[in-house]
């Protein structure tokens, strides 16, 4: 693909446009230091580019900060519950405030990692199988149904938080019981042998997929966010003929869930070349070492540019 089939993804409105931007971040959840890096660099990339920002670390006062700021238009770089889950985008709502990114429901059903994954088993969308863990015997019998190895995760965290992949049942119960610290709701999930890409979606195209190699077991937060061994392809390596399926196979993922604005689907290739759906984001990681940021550039969007974007997406969706 050229830059050129990506053209239409530039912002052509003028900064002042925009009105007073508030770019929520930080926030509570488990993910809020990655947040803090992400609002960060966002604030920079809307302030050099001449929008009226006034950053927001997310609090009590909240309400009172967007009402004493009078907001125009929210960018949500908020990661994880309280930002991605559609609570936040509920009082937007309420508020008469547009906002970056995908609506309540979408949000909310994006940040169930359980529900997205029924959805798309109802559509036919390939996604592991999977179980739910509530106790030891849940433990045991997941381990005899779906087989070793297997990945543990909270239902409701991103960024790898409270993850691991486990090898035996003595290892999926204590694995169980560190992910009931960050969440009430554990899945467990078929693990697929074979390499991760990342592929991200903004303004309703979808952008090209990352390949992404680590020597971690898989690919957990320090891989995502400290590491310096973790490799990043782009080309993917693919084929163009897997290439166009696995991009395909996004746009209807994403669509089932009803991604706006922005997004990144996160899809494993087992050993026969088949794809597997994992999970979608809707507030993706902007830091220095995030994903969405180096799709676009492989589709010509410096940062700067992508953030104008998926702000520009906010106006086109909700006026």
Request: hydrophobic share 45%.
């Amino acid at each position: 693909m050229t830059d050129n089939a990506f053209a239409s993804l530039h912002s052509t409105l003028d900064p002042k446009a925009f009105g007073r931007v508030a770019v929520l971040y930080g926030g509570k959840s488990a993910e809020r230091a990655v947040s803090l890096k992400s609002g960060a660099a966002v604030i920079e990339a809307l302030t050099s580019a001449g929008v009226d920002v006034v950053g927001i670390d997310v609090g009590d006062d909240l309400l009172a900060r967007l009402q004493s700021e009078k907001i125009d238009r929210a960018f949500i770089i908020l990661h994880g519950r309280g930002g991605e889950d559609g609570s936040m985008q509920g009082l937007l709502e309420c508020l008469g405030i547009p906002y970056t990114g995908s609506g309540i429901l979408a949000s909310a059903l994006a940040m169930d990692k359980l529900r997205t994954k029924q959805v798309w088993q109802s559509l036919g969308i390939p996604t592991p199988r999977h179980a739910v863990l509530s106790s030891e015997a849940d433990c045991i019998s997941a381990g005899t149904e779906l087989g070793f190895p297997l990945i543990v995760k909270p239902a409701h965290e991103g960024s790898s938080i409270g993850m691991a992949k486990v090898s035996s049942v003595e290892a999926l119960i204590a694995a169980w019981k560190d992910a009931a610290t960050y969440d009430s709701q554990v899945l467990v999930e078929q693990w697929i042998q074979g390499p991760e890409f990342t592929i991200a979606t903004l303004r309703g195209q979808v952008l090209p997929p990352i390949a992404l190699g680590t020597p971690h077991s898989f690919y957990d937060y320090d891989a995502k966010y400290l590491a310096s061994d973790t490799q990043y392809r782009i080309p993917c390596g693919l084929s163009p003929e897997k290439e166009q399926e696995l991009i395909d196979l996004t746009a209807r993922a994403c669509d089932a869930i009803g991604i706006a604005g922005w997004g990144r689907l996160d899809v494993m290739q087992d050993e026969q070349g088949r794809f597997w759906l994992l999970e979608v984001n809707t507030a993706p990681g902007m830091t220095d070492h995030s994903l969405v940021p180096m799709a676009a550039r492989a589709a010509g969007l410096d940062f700067q540019q992508l953030v104008l974007a998926i702000l520009a997406a906010s106006v086109e969706a909700r006026g």
